[in-house]
């Protein structure tokens, strides 16, 4: 037990010593604190914002609209690439469309989007999905397309049906595959949730915040915003992690 304690804490390191220098540079008057306020400043805005209830609001906002993103475009993710890994013929039909699609950055649907939806609620909605899609779509096709041949072969002697090859041999035999794709869309549907509030109108949530930390050029408030950003993220990366681990205990693939 004592020997993994160093391990564990290691990851700490590198934020404590950014923290540490951040806290020297302000000391000593190292640039502007207006652009780089001290840890202290932040502190007391963090503070401020824990006791205002609009905060909670705000992020429950944000956390809702990421998940109603992300389950739209996990759907849309795992039905395409059943799609697609279940017929040779679909994967030669919009395959190729699909992986030219997947290389035009997410942020350069937002023009489209706009046009499309306006610049409301279903707008946010259909950024995030649009996010979440290509990392669902690639691992589900890859996972269900290479189902080891032994397994086929075994339900084959076994004279399964095609419901009971999907259900019984080619869906367990991707689950990692699969899980690894919703954990990348959630990690996707989080930062398309605070790119769609920043870009897609002001509004409430986390995106709000940092629109009100530019427009009052408050920048405690602006790291404070970062911060909770990168801790939900990591929060939300860390909880689908455990939920995968706990169905393919048999994978040791690291966080």
């Known amino acids: 037990m004592s020997g993994s304690l160093p391990s564990r804490w290691l990851g700490a390191l590198p934020p404590v010593a950014l923290l540490l220098a951040w806290q020297g540079a302000a000391s000593i008057g190292w640039g502007d604190p207006r652009l780089l306020p001290p840890p202290g400043s932040v502190l007391v805005t963090a503070w401020a914002r824990l006791a205002d209830p609009g905060l909670a609001t705000a992020l429950g906002v944000s956390l809702g609209r990421c998940l109603a993103g992300f389950a739209l475009g996990a759907a849309l993710g795992l039905g395409f690439g059943l799609l697609c890994g279940l017929s040779g013929a679909a994967a030669r039909l919009v395959g190729p469309s699909f992986h030219a699609l997947k290389n035009v950055a997410v942020f ?20 995030i999905a649009v996010a979440v899609v290509t990392p669902v779509a690639l691992n589900v096709w890859e996972g269900i397309a290479g189902t080891p041949p032994l397994l086929l072969e075994v339900g084959a002697a076994f004279r ?3 419901w009971q090859r999907l259900f ?40 709000g915040l940092l629109i009100e930390g530019r427009d009052r050029f408050d920048m405690a408030l602006l790291i404070l915003g970062v911060v909770l950003l990168g801790g939900i993220g990591m929060l939300l990366n860390q909880a689908l992690w455990r939920l995968a ?10 966080a």
């Not at 367990?172 to 959630?186: D, H, K, N, R």
């Not at 681990?245 to 690291?254: A, E, G, I, S, Y």
């Open 108 to 127: 350069a649907w937002i023009p489209l989007i706009a046009l499309w939806f306006g610049m409301g609620e279903e707008a946010r909605l259909a950024f």
């Open 160 to 162: 399964f049906s095609s």
């Open 168 to 207: 019984r041999i080619r869906l367990p035999a991707a689950l990692p595959s699969i899980l690894t794709g919703l954990q990348l869309g959630l990690i996707h549907a989080w930062l398309a949730t605070i790119g769609a509030e920043y870009f897609l109108a002001k509004g409430t949530g986390l995106g």
């Open 245 to 254: 681990v706990r169905l393919t205990p048999w994978r040791t693939t690291p």
